[in-house]
């Protein structure tokens, strides 16, 4: 049973407004394939094209080298739980799970089974004999799941499947979702605003941005080597820090004289050019004050986790933030010294936004 997904050339528009605009993807089978981006960038429009519940404006969707442009949701053997998910309001969790393989005549005996198998997945098994309404919402958002898991179908589409459970059930869920992954196989797109579901579920992860496809690679990859600053700022949690300034021959020109150092790849770069340096808060540590590459940050917040730090302050008058295990013992208004690991950290061109 392959379940390769191809999009070529795919544009949406709804009446002028362009909401995708030329993707081209190939999905592998049995992928999983995470797609992120800022609210209202195009995700579940990607999704509900894949499934057919939307008609692309042009462009072409393959799947297992079918043409599904003109083939219905349902002969596409594909699950979709939707970002709104909708039961059955009258049917117990255990038929809302069950509907499609009862609608399929398959035993009651395989039925049940499989409901008992996703109902334990899921932490549902004493909800079974439950109606909707009788659910919180992060309830029915796994009896949704469970619904979709339960037809085994070739694709899997999950538009946001765990925005409503807490931080301990979401945790649990990401593992359960990982080992159903490993052991069924099936080929995943899955949408999600959580920085470490997308690095710690993908084997791809694929970043929009007003309908265009910024770039796709592994997680890693997209961390590493970021095609643009759109890409470094969207992916890791906390953030990239930017600054802007120009190179110059000694190094990265910040202005009144202050200079970051050069990392020795970009020696080349003609002097002049705007820029911006971006370097993630990890690669930014406590330094002594009097080590060479000490740098001065005014420090403006701190905030402790227990397991690490993140303080914020201005360098250079720029605003920045610095992730530590340490613990630094910084209070707000201090001075601290920080060195900036120059291997780690990126120029943009301030002009193409590409990484230079
Ligand atoms: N039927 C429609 N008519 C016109 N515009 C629409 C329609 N449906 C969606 N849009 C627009 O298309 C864009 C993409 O919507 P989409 O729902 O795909 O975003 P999203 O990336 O899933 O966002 P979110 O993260 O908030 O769920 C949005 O700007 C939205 O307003
Ligand atoms: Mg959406």
Same mark, same amino acid.
């Given at each position: 049973?392959?379940?390769? =997904?191809?999009?070529?050339?795919?544009?949406?528009?709804?009446?002028?407004?362009?909401?995708?605009?030329?993707?081209?993807?190939?999905?592998?089978?049995?992928?999983?394939?995470?797609?992120?981006?800022?609210?209202?960038?195009?995700?579940?429009?990607?999704?509900?094209?894949?499934?057919?519940?939307?008609?692309?404006?042009?462009?072409?969707?393959?799947?297992?080298?079918? /043409?599904?442009?003109?083939?219905?949701?349902?002969?596409?053997?594909?699950?979709?739980?939707?970002?709104?998910?909708?039961?059955?309001?009258? &049917?117990?969790?255990?038929?809302?799970?069950?509907?499609?393989?009862?609608?399929?005549?398959?035993?009651?005996?395989?039925?049940?089974?499989?409901?008992? @198998?996703?109902?334990?997945?899921?932490?549902?098994?004493?909800?079974?004999?439950?109606?909707?309404?009788? &659910?919180?919402?992060?309830?029915?958002?796994?009896? #949704? +799941?469970?619904?979709?898991?339960?037809?085994?179908?070739?694709?899997?589409?999950?538009?946001?499947? /765990?925005?409503?459970?807490?931080?301990?059930? @979401?945790?649990? +869920?990401?593992?359960?979702?990982?080992?159903?992954?490993?052991?069924?196989?099936?080929? =995943?797109?899955?949408?999600?605003?959580?920085?470490?579901?997308? +690095?710690?579920?993908?084997?791809?992860?694929?970043?929009?941005?007003?309908?265009? =496809?910024?770039?796709?690679?592994?997680?890693?990859?997209?961390?590493?080597?970021?095609?643009?600053?759109?890409?470094?700022?969207?992916?890791?949690?906390?953030?990239?820090?930017?600054?802007?300034?120009?190179?110059?021959?000694?190094? =990265?020109?910040?202005?009144?004289?202050?200079?970051?150092?050069?990392?020795?790849?970009?020696?080349?770069? #003609?002097?002049? @050019?705007?820029?911006?340096?971006?370097?993630?808060?990890?690669?930014?540590?406590?330094?002594?004050?009097?080590? #060479?590459?000490?740098?001065?940050?005014?420090?403006?917040?701190?905030?402790?986790? %227990?397991?690490?730090?993140?303080?914020?302050?201005?360098?250079?008058?720029?605003?920045? +933030?610095?992730?530590?295990?340490?613990?630094? %013992?910084?209070? #707000?208004?201090?001075?601290?010294?920080?060195?900036?690991?120059?291997? @780690?950290?990126? &120029?943009?061109?301030?002009?193409?936004?590409?990484?230079?």
């Amino acid at each position: 049973m392959m379940a390769e =997904i191809t999009l070529e050339q795919i544009d949406k528009r709804y009446g002028n407004v362009e909401v995708l605009r030329d993707i081209n993807l190939t999905i592998q089978d049995g992928e999983f394939v995470v797609l992120v981006g800022p609210s209202g960038c195009g995700k579940s429009t990607l999704l509900r094209t894949i499934a057919g519940l939307e008609l692309a404006s042009s462009g072409d969707i393959h799947i297992d080298n079918k /043409l599904m442009n003109d083939v219905p949701p349902k002969d596409r053997d594909i699950s979709m739980v939707f970002q709104s998910y909708a039961l059955y309001p009258h &049917l117990t969790v255990a038929r809302n799970m069950g509907f499609s393989l009862e609608i399929k005549k398959r035993p009651r005996a395989e039925i049940d089974e499989k409901v008992r @198998r996703a109902a334990e997945i899921l932490s549902l098994s004493h909800l079974l004999e439950r109606r909707p309404k009788e &659910l919180s919402g992060g309830q029915r958002q796994r009896v #949704a +799941m469970g619904r979709a898991i339960v037809r085994q179908p070739k694709v899997f589409l999950f538009d946001e499947p /765990l925005s409503n459970l807490d931080a301990q059930l @979401r945790g649990h +869920m990401r593992v359960e979702i990982k080992k159903l992954h490993q052991q069924m196989n099936n080929t =995943i797109v899955y949408v999600t605003h959580d920085q470490v579901e997308a +690095m710690t579920l993908a084997d791809r992860i694929v970043v929009l941005n007003h309908g265009v =496809i910024q770039q796709v690679g592994t997680p890693l990859e997209l961390y590493d080597t970021p095609a643009n600053k759109f890409v470094a700022s969207f992916i890791g949690s906390p953030p990239m820090n930017f600054i802007e300034g120009q190179t110059s021959g000694e190094g =990265i020109s910040i202005g009144d004289n202050i200079q970051l150092p050069l990392n020795p790849q970009w020696a080349e770069q #003609a002097s002049g @050019r705007e820029v911006i340096y971006g370097i993630r808060p990890e690669n930014i540590s406590l330094a002594s004050p009097d080590a #060479a590459d000490a740098h001065p940050l005014q420090v403006s917040l701190v905030e402790p986790t %227990g397991l690490s730090e993140l303080i914020h302050g201005t360098l250079y008058g720029h605003d920045i +933030m610095l992730f530590t295990t340490r613990r630094s %013992g910084a209070r #707000a208004g201090e001075t601290i010294f920080v060195a900036l690991d120059n291997r @780690r950290a990126m &120029l943009f061109d301030s002009i193409s936004q590409k990484r230079v």
